[in-house]
Every structure is written in C-alpha cells, then in structure tokens.
C-alpha cells in the first residue's frame, strides 16, 4: 500500500532501509532462535542476536529519531518506517527489547544529560542488555505494592527485596528497578532506579522454567545491593510516575513482542498451509467449514487490528483518543493466542508432539505459540487490568480498586 | 495497486455532514420522540399488523439536506461525496434507529450508478431529487445471492413486462419507486418501477423491527417502457454495488451498536446495587469492554472497506465482506448485552433498548450475516472446498 504521508527523505529512507536489509541478511542461526526477545535462552542464541542488532544498529535502523548525542541518528519518524521494513524482511529480532522499547525512551524523558549520554547509545547498540524489575511476588496486577527497599546511605542506596517474571535478566548488564523508599506514601514512596545487575554484588539471578519447559525469564533477589544515587531516575518518591512513562512505551513492545509490525494476514496464512496439509474425516482440514469460518474469523480480526492502527491517527474518526491505543496490547495478545490456539486444533492429533519429535508440524511451533502466548497475555499488565483501565478510563465507569 | 490514504480519504467535508447529521437526528430523532412515533402502543405493530410510524416531516429535511444525492454523480444530479462520507452519515442514522426509507434509496442510488449512465441518469436524477426507492432483488427463499428474484421479464416492444414476486424489499411503504431485478433466460435486468404502476402491488411482511417496514412486491404483467430499463447488464451492476451495500448495512450496525454500548454503560454508571454502581463490577465491566472492542474492529473496517470502494480497489469486495461480518458480530454481541446489563428493565417494552436490539437484529442477517459473508471470503482465500 502506498504511502501518502511520506516526505521525501522518508520514502528515500525507506528505500534504502528496504534494500540494506534484502543486502544483508544474516547467516542462519546456530540453534534454534525463540519466538520473541523475551524466550532467549542460551548465550549461543544470545551471541547471534546481539551481533545482528549491532550490524543494524550501525546500518542505522535502530535509534534513528534519538539525538546523536545520544547515540541515535537525530532524524524524525524514521524509526516507525524502520520498524515496519525489518517485520517485512522476516529478519531475526531485535533482542535488546527492554532497552529499546523501555529503558531508552523512558531515561530520554526523565534521565540527567550524563544519564544519556551514559545509557542510550549503549542500550540501541544492543551492547548492554537491559531487563525490567517492577514485578513481585507481592506487585503483580498491584504494581504499586512495591516491597524491594531502597534506603540511603551516603551517595548510595541500598536495596534489598526480590523481582521475578525478569526476562533477559541472566543477560543483563542493567535492569530499570522499582524500589520503595518510603512506607509512608503507597505510590509517592517509590523511586525509579538504574541498577547494575551482571556481577554487581548482592544481585542473584535465578531462572524462572515457563509452562513450556523453557527457561528465558528469572526471579532476581537483592541483598545489600549498593546503587550509585547518579543512578536514580528522576526524583526520590516519583518512581510511579516514572513508571507509567515506561509502561507506555511497554505496550508497544508487549505488540511487537507478541508479532505485531508486519503483515497481519502473515499467521492466517500459516494456518491455511497448515489446514491444507492436516486430514479430518478422510478429506484436508481446509476443506472443513467449521474450520474455514474459524480462520477467516482470525484474518477479520488481524485486519481490523491494523485498520484500528489506521483509524487511531484519523481524530475525527475517533470518540476517545484513548480508546484505540489501549485496545492494542489486549487485541496483539488475544489475536496471537487464538491464532496459535487455532493452529493446535488443526494440527490434531498431531498437535499434542513436543518440537524434539520430527513428526510435530512446523516444528512445533503451534503448541510451543499457544502456551507461550500467555506470557503476552499476563505481562505488561493482564488482559484483565487492561479491561479494567478501558472501562474507567474510556467508558467512564467506576474504578474497581 | 492503487493508492489509498492513510486517513481513508475522511476529510473535513465527510466530518462536516457526519456532524450535521447527528445534531440534526439529536434533535429530531431523540429516543424519546423515536418511542412515541413506534413503540407507543405494543399492539399497533405486532396484533393489528400496521405499519410502523415515521416522520414524513423529517426526511422532507433529509431530502432538502441532498442526502439522498450523496453518492450520486455531479453530471447525474447528485453531490459526488465519498463513501467514507456516507458512511459516517449511516452511522449516526443507526445511532438513532431513524425510521426512513434513506438506506433504502442510498442503496439503489449505488446500484444505479454503476449502471450503463445514459440508462440510469433520469432515475438517478429523480432519487437525488428526493425520490425514496428500494431495491427489489431477493427471492422468496431470501439467499443473499446478489439479485435473485423470482420476477420474470418478457419482451414487450422495446420495453419489458414483469411478473413474479420480490420479497425481503425494504422500507416498501416508504418508497416510491422500486429497482427490480428480472430475468429473461440468462439475461438479468434492472427496471425502474413506481410503486403504484399497474400491476403493483405490496404485501406487509409483520416484522419485528419497529424501525422500519418490509414488504414483498407482487409484479402481475407490470409494463416496463424501454426508459425504465436501467441496466441490461443487471447481474454486473449488482455485484459492483454490492460492496457499497454491505457498507451501508455495516454502518447502521455500528451507529447502532454503539448506542446500545453508550446507554448500557451509562445505566451501569447509575444503577447501584449492593452499594454500588453495578459498572464496578468486572462481571459487568468486562463485557462492556469487550462489546467496545467488537465495535471499533468493525467500525475500523468499515471505513477501510468504503476507502476502498471510494479507490477503486479490487480488496472492495473481501474488505465489505469483513466488514458486515464483523458489523454483525459486534452488533449481535452489543445487543445481546444490553438487554442482559439492564437487568429486569431491559426485558420490558418500556425500556427502549429493544427498539435498538432489533433494528440491530435485522440488519445482522440483512444482505448475509456473518457466516455467510466468511463463507464467501473462505472460497477466495483458502479456495472451494472439497466435499
């Protein structure tokens, strides 16, 4: 589709941005590469992913709008043009998606110019890892039950308490910390912190094993654990605010993490290869209407997800500015789901086959998706709060806490 | 492919009407005076079997406005705006359930214009004028196979003669001129009939709809001069309008639905029980969230669908079809819950969510319901199926 609203140096960007990734694909990876940034598992994996995000970086597809001071090519909306042509190519992932898509934007916004100049360059580049520490064993849905502390001492801080759901955590170099600094204030006592996590002392990560018997997130304890206060973002006490700059930015990657970018016709049409290749009653399951209907339901619903997209930057097809964007995380994850929810009940008896046996369909993928869906739907906040904050904030209807 | 605008071509003129219109039906059409002209009385509808009432007055305005001519050419007496526009139009028309023969006449105004001008220009003329009209394509097994009558036309000079009967003909009491679809052998035309030529005659179908009428139209040896025929070609003018009244139906299920979804949540803001506005509760809540995401999938796909006909793009067809499916859907699932969020109220005649759930409720089958416009976009994405 054409693009009316390009300027010239875009659609010059885009070409160029077109060609460079057609020019240099990778090499096939070494093993097996996960579903999305979040499930990286082994360093193998790890070594790969960083060493492309660095080639594209240096392309300069990653960080494009960001200053160059800051490491970034100071252009302007050039990173969504990038975003789109990189989910086009089918090229791997980028694997620094904390960085990226939270820790960047959010120290943009809040960080002191030594903050900057220290944090970006190195999280766009993919160099140093970032993770994400707002979870608790306590702070689920109720994020703002934060219990790790973080007392002052001298120019330092120091904390103590336990995150968990820490994806990419065994990688981390940095992790974006919730810790509370005050039990006076339940929201103003909580302070947003830039703390060290690879071989600082006191850290102790450990791996957390998912549903589908993979590793890839972790529970991360804290003890006596001292952090600079250069290292604190923005104000003691102003943590939650902080925090909801960060979250914004997380939708958007809790979209890209669960598929979102590219074509979203793209997994229809894996299920339509898969349903011409499975059998029920003697004749393919894509001759089965139950199943016809089932996936033309799943391309209505990907279609409107991106004319949702289309329509949310028309304000005068629009009641609630609000009331498009904050769909978009629970429409991603419930379209991913029950697209790969889909694709296990076509595979049938098939379905059931783990990835290390050679008959399972596309590898696995279809029951390793569908398990591994409910992380997108749980992380960044459940589809349930996601309800919650569309009633109140959109529709107007009273708040349930 | 061709070039489509980002924001579906909807500008300040399409925002203009779509504004105009929902002050002009805010103040004529609001539920109270929509209770009063339909639903005064439960037995004039259902046990007498009279016709519903309207307002003569009000689409006398609508017809001043030029609403009618909206998709009609410039050169055939129409305004030539946009789909997207007309769009925006029907969905406050559903907003406010407005009894009118105006969907009626828009759809024939779109079937007309894709037939041969010469033929069509004299009757798309007299429909941007204000002629209310319907479109009498179905036959009495009601597929939503585009214009499958059961109307034969014989030869009769240069013009035709009509016999047989279309049913399923919307708001028949309000028009007064019909486009019949009639076969001679494998030849499909399209005629231009008054309601009161010779011949004619209309036979009140008792719906449950109190928004509208519907009727089946008995053509006995009807006269057609040759000006009346306004395609030869019946079956291709048909299925290059069919995107457009598959937009048509889907706008009125949006307006509608989202008026059910803005009255239910307003209820759930008011209604306490156990000491609290029962919106409190995610068990209400909830749902609630869910029929606004149902209706904003079909709403986004629906001006995705008129920017494409507005294009002339050949996605117009599959992008209709997505849309009433959805329409459909979402307009089922708004109904279903706004009866059911009212609690005892909303299972009384009193309360006007009924009024809402079955103008809804005729729309979601009208020109296909959801299954069957998937079936139709299964055959061109996956292919026929082998039994």
Same mark, same amino acid.
């Given at each position: 589709m054409a693009e009316a609203s390009l300027t010239a140096e875009q659609i010059e960007f885009q070409d160029y941005a077109r060609r460079w990734l057609a020019e240099n694909r990778p090499p096939p990876p070494p093993e097996r590469l996960p579903l999305s940034p979040i499930e990286v598992m082994t360093e193998g994996q790890r070594d790969y992913l960083q060493a492309w995000q660095r080639r594209v970086y240096d392309a300069g597809l990653v960080g494009c709008d960001y200053p160059e001071a800051y490491g970034g090519g100071g252009h302007q909306g050039f990173q969504r043009i990038a975003n789109q042509e990189i989910?086009?190519?089918?090229? /791997?992932?980028?694997?620094?998606?904390?960085?990226?898509?939270?820790?960047? +934007?959010?120290?943009? =916004?809040?960080?002191?110019?030594?903050?900057?100049?220290?944090?970006? /360059?190195?999280?766009?580049?993919?160099?140093?890892?970032?993770?994400?520490?707002?979870?608790? /064993?306590?702070?689920?849905?109720?994020?703002?039950?934060?219990?790790?502390?973080?007392?002052?001492?001298?120019?330092?801080?120091?904390?103590?308490?336990?995150?968990?759901? $820490?994806?990419?955590?065994?990688?981390?170099?940095?992790?974006?910390l919730l810790a509370r600094t005050s039990r006076d204030h339940k929201y103003d006592g909580i302070t947003y912190f830039l703390c060290?996590?690879?071989?600082? +002392?006191?850290?102790? =990560?450990? /791996?957390?094993?998912?549903? $589908?018997?993979?590793?890839?997130?972790?529970?991360?304890?804290?003890? #006596?654990?001292?952090?600079?206060?250069?290292?604190?973002? #923005?104000?003691?006490?102003?943590?939650?605010?902080?925090?909801?700059?960060?979250?914004?930015?997380?939708?958007?990657?809790?979209?890209?993490?669960?598929?979102?970018?590219?074509?979203?016709?793209?997994?229809?049409?894996?299920? =339509?290869?898969?349903?011409r290749d499975r059998w029920r009653d003697g004749r393919r399951a894509a001759d089965d209407p139950i199943t016809r209907d089932a996936i033309v339901q799943q391309a209505i619903v990907a279609e409107g997800l991106r004319q949702n997209g289309r329509r949310a930057k028309v304000p005068a097809l629009v009641d609630h500015p609000m009331r498009l964007p904050l769909q978009q995380k629970v429409l991603m994850s419930e379209l991913s789901q029950s697209n790969a929810r889909l694709g296990v009940e076509i595979a049938g008896a098939h379905s059931t086959l783990y990835k290390l046996d050679p008959a399972a369909p596309d590898a696995g993928h279809w029951p390793l998706a569908y398990m591994g869906s409910y992380g997108h739907t749980i992380a960044a906040g459940t589809n349930e709060i996601q309800r919650n904050i569309l009633g109140e904030r959109v529709l107007g209807l009273p708040k349930s806490k | 492919m061709s070039e489509m605008p980002r924001d579906f071509g909807f500008g300040s003129d399409e925002e203009m009407l779509r504004d105009l219109a929902r002050k002009l039906l805010d103040e004529e059409m609001p539920p109270a005076k929509l209770r009063r002209l339909v639903a005064e009385d439960p037995g004039r509808v259902y046990e007498r079997g009279e016709l519903p009432g309207w307002d003569p007055a009000l689409w006398k305005q609508i017809v001043e406005l030029g609403w009618t001519g909206l998709p009609i050419p410039e050169d055939a007496g129409g305004v030539g705006f946009k789909t997207v526009g007309v769009a925006a139009l029907v969905e406050e028309v559903g907003r406010h359930a407005l009894p009118s023969p105006l969907l009626s006449t828009l759809a024939c105004a779109y079937v007309l214009r894709e037939a041969d001008p010469e033929a069509a220009a004299p009757w798309l003329r007299r429909i941007a004028d204000g002629t209310p009209a319907s479109l009498a394509i179905t036959d009495a097994r009601g597929t939503w196979e585009p214009g499958a009558t059961d109307v034969a036309a014989a030869a009769d000079g240069d013009g035709l003669r009509l016999s047989g009967t279309?049913?399923?003909v919307q708001d028949a009491f309000k028009a007064e001129l019909l486009v019949v679809s009639a076969a001679r052998g494998d030849e499909r035309f399209l005629c231009a009939v008054p309601v009161d030529a010779p011949g004619v005659e209309r036979s009140q179908d008792h719906i449950h709809d109190l928004t509208r009428d519907q009727a089946s139209v008995r053509f006995d040896d009807v006269a057609v001069p040759a000006a009346a025929i306004a395609s030869r070609d019946g079956a291709a003018v048909l299925a290059a309008a069919w995107p457009a009244l598959l937009v048509l139906v889907a706008a009125d299920l949006c307006g509608c639905a989202e008026w059910q979804l803005q009255t239910t949540v307003a209820y759930a803001r008011d209604r306490k029980q156990f000491d609290?506005?029962?919106?409190?509760?995610?068990?209400? !809540?909830?749902?609630? &969230?869910?029929?606004?995401?149902?209706?904003?999938?079909?709403?986004?796909?629906?001006?995705?669908?008129?920017?494409?006909?507005?294009?002339?793009?050949?996605?117009?067809?599959?992008?209709?079809?997505?849309? !009433?499916?959805?329409?459909?859907?979402?307009?089922?699932?708004?109904?279903?819950?706004?009866?059911?969020?009212?609690?005892?109220?909303?299972?009384?005649?009193?309360?006007? &969510?009924?009024?809402?759930?079955?103008?809804?409720?005729?729309?979601?089958?009208?020109?296909?319901?959801?299954?069957?416009?998937?079936? !139709?976009?299964?055959?061109e994405w996956i292919g026929p199926a082998e039994s």
């Open positions: 989910a086009a190519a089918r090229v /791997p992932f980028l694997v620094n998606i904390v960085g990226l898509q939270m820790a960047a +934007p959010t120290i943009l =916004v809040h960080g002191t110019e030594e903050q900057k100049r220290k944090f970006i /360059p190195g999280a766009l580049r993919g160099d140093e890892i970032w993770c994400q520490g707002f979870s608790e /064993p306590g702070a689920g849905s109720d994020m703002a039950n934060q219990q790790t502390t973080a007392v002052r001492r001298g120019d330092d801080w120091i904390v103590n308490g336990h995150k968990v759901w $820490t994806s990419l955590g065994h990688f981390a170099k940095w992790m974006i060290p996590i690879e071989g600082h +002392p006191g850290v102790t =990560v450990r /791996p957390l094993i998912k549903i $589908t018997g993979e590793s890839g997130f972790n529970e991360v304890l804290f003890e #006596d654990v001292v952090v600079p206060d250069r290292y604190r973002l #923005d104000d003691v006490g102003k943590g939650w605010t902080v925090a909801m700059t960060t979250l914004t930015y997380e939708r958007g990657a809790a979209e890209s993490a669960g598929g979102g970018g590219g074509d979203p016709l793209q997994p229809v049409r894996r299920l =339509v290869a898969l349903a | 279309a049913c399923f609290r506005p029962i919106g409190f509760f995610q068990a209400v !809540k909830h749902p609630l &969230v869910d029929a606004m995401l149902m209706i904003d999938r079909a709403r986004s796909l629906l001006y995705h669908a008129a920017c494409c006909i507005d294009s002339g793009s050949p996605e117009a067809e599959a992008a209709a079809r997505m849309a !009433k499916s959805a329409a459909s859907d979402a307009g089922a699932y708004a109904s279903d819950r706004s009866v059911q969020l009212h609690g005892g109220i909303g299972f009384t005649w009193e309360c006007d &969510v009924h009024l809402f759930f079955k103008r809804s409720l005729h729309d979601q089958a009208l020109l296909g319901d959801g299954v069957h416009q998937r079936r !139709k976009l299964a055959l």
